[in-house]
């Protein structure tokens, strides 16, 4: 679900910057719980949409492993880039939902909603390495 990836991000965000021995398993239930969300969108948009979904969803877990990288190195510039791929992350899958939903999801309220996701996790990850 939803609230399970936020919960599983920031415990893989925590333990990467940390250097936590168990950060690969935390790493690793996050990306499963991308394939559960993934074969979730699939039973509805079948198999491309699924791929389509995919693609993009753990694209953005990527740069949040970035965004945490370039925190953990002190790199201004690597957080900087690490957000601008989530903005363009947003967009993205935006259009996916409005695409796949014939707009019946409009790409605005998809945005709205990934904007909240961003910003909560982004702000927590911020809080606990202030």
Same mark, same amino acid.
């Given at each position: 679900?939803?609230t399970?990836h936020?919960?599983?991000a920031?415990?893989?965000?925590?333990?990467?910057? &940390?250097g936590? +021995?168990d950060?690969? #398993? /935390?790493?690793?239930? $996050?990306?499963?719980?991308a394939?559960d969300? !993934?074969a979730?969108?699939g039973?509805v948009?079948?198999?491309?949409?699924?791929?389509?979904?995919?693609?993009?969803?753990?694209?953005?877990?990527g740069?949040?492993?970035?965004?945490?990288?370039?925190?953990?190195? &002190?790199?201004? +510039?690597?957080?900087? #880039? /690490?957000?601008?791929? $989530?903005?363009?992350?947003?967009?993205e899958q !935006?259009?996916?939902?409005?695409?796949?939903?014939?707009?019946?999801?409009?790409?605005?309220?998809?945005?709205?909603?990934?904007d909240?996701?961003?910003?909560?996790l982004?702000?927590a990850?911020?809080?606990?390495?202030?």
């Amino acid at each position: 679900t939803l609230t399970e990836h936020a919960f599983l991000a920031i415990e893989a965000m925590r333990k990467g910057v &940390d250097g936590a +021995e168990d950060f690969d #398993q /935390a790493a690793g239930a $996050l990306l499963a719980n991308a394939d559960d969300l !993934s074969a979730a969108v699939g039973s509805v948009y079948g198999d491309e949409g699924a791929a389509q979904f995919d693609e993009v969803w753990k694209s953005h877990i990527g740069y949040f492993v970035d965004y945490v990288t370039a925190t953990a190195e &002190d790199n201004q +510039e690597g957080k900087e #880039q /690490a957000l601008a791929e $989530l903005e363009e992350y947003k967009v993205e899958q !935006s259009k996916f939902f409005d695409s796949a939903t014939g707009g019946l999801l409009p790409a605005a309220a998809v945005q709205e909603g990934l904007d909240m996701h961003v910003d909560q996790l982004i702000n927590a990850f911020d809080a606990y390495v202030a």
